[in-house]
């Protein structure tokens, strides 16, 4: 079955980029209608959508993070990946990785997770 | 953006007994073109990433207890478990997709008592 892996540095220096890479094994991530987003949950917290990335190519990104943000395909590896440049504290997070299908061009609900990865900002 | 905005935070329930969870959104959900409620709920457990339980407000995914059942239109939505069992102890958040960016509820935790 469709498994995702979310992999990356555990530890991030502020004002630097993150960069996490979710690997989609068992299955094609250029499989139609599908939607692969990024979520991320603050310790303790609830969970906030980052935003995805259409087997097309296009992307939606949540505009409180748009002006650093940029979610990427690599269909030759089978990942897709993200990177949120000049981080804070604030982005101290469990990342997740995520699928859906699609309704009317966005993405419904989240059938599929990645395990997550504890991403922490500090020097 | 729609706020999602559950309650109560936290409830504690007696094993067997009946769980009740409130979601409430800040606008409707519901999509006029197909009268479905573009509402999910999931289960998230200590440690685990969130499990979906419920989608279109009420549709039970493959695989779930049927003690589980969500209900509600329009902006007002519940999820019931009938029969709180131990393995049930989790955080359980609402999500819209009726429009982005989706959005969750704050979550509520369910405890036994």
């Known amino acids: 079955q469709v498994q995702l892996q979310e992999s990356g540095p555990g530890l991030v220096e502020p004002s630097q980029t993150l960069s996490l890479t979710c690997t989609v094994s068992?299955?094609?991530?250029?499989?139609?209608?599908?939607?692969w987003s990024w979520i991320r949950q603050h310790p303790g917290k609830g969970l906030d959508w980052i935003g995805y990335?259409?087997?097309?190519?296009?992307?939606y990104y949540s505009p409180s993070l748009k002006s650093r943000l940029t979610i990427s395909v690599d269909t030759t590896k089978n990942e897709f990946s993200l990177k949120l440049r000049s981080v804070t504290a604030a982005d101290t997070a469990v990342y997740y990785c995520?699928?859906?299908?699609?309704?009317?061009?966005?993405?419904?609900?989240?059938?599929?997770w990645g395990q997550g990865t504890l991403v922490t900002v500090s020097s | 953006d729609i706020v999602m905005t559950q309650s109560p935070d936290s409830l504690a329930v007696s094993l067997g007994e009946r769980a009740t969870i409130n979601c409430k959104s800040s606008?409707?959900?519901?999509?006029?073109?197909?009268?479905?409620?573009?509402l999910a709920w999931y289960q998230q457990k200590p440690g685990q990433p969130p499990k979906l339980l419920i989608y279109?407000?009420?549709t039970r995914e493959s695989g779930v207890p049927d003690r589980f059942s969500g209900s509600g239109s329009g902006t007002d939505f519940s999820l019931t478990i009938s029969s709180l069992q131990a393995e049930d102890v989790a955080v359980y958040y609402c999500?819209?997709?009726?429009?982005?960016?989706?959005?969750f509820g704050g979550g509520t935790k369910v405890e036994i008592k």
């Open positions: 995520a699928r859906s299908r699609g309704s009317s061009g966005i993405p419904i609900w989240f059938d599929l």
């Open positions: 068992g299955g094609s991530i250029n499989s139609a209608g599908f939607f």
């Open positions: 990335i259409y087997y097309s190519g296009s992307t």
């Open positions: 606008q409707s959900v519901l999509y006029s073109s197909d009268s479905k409620n573009y």
């Open positions: 279109w407000a009420s």
């Open positions: 999500q819209q997709y009726y429009t982005t960016p989706l959005t």
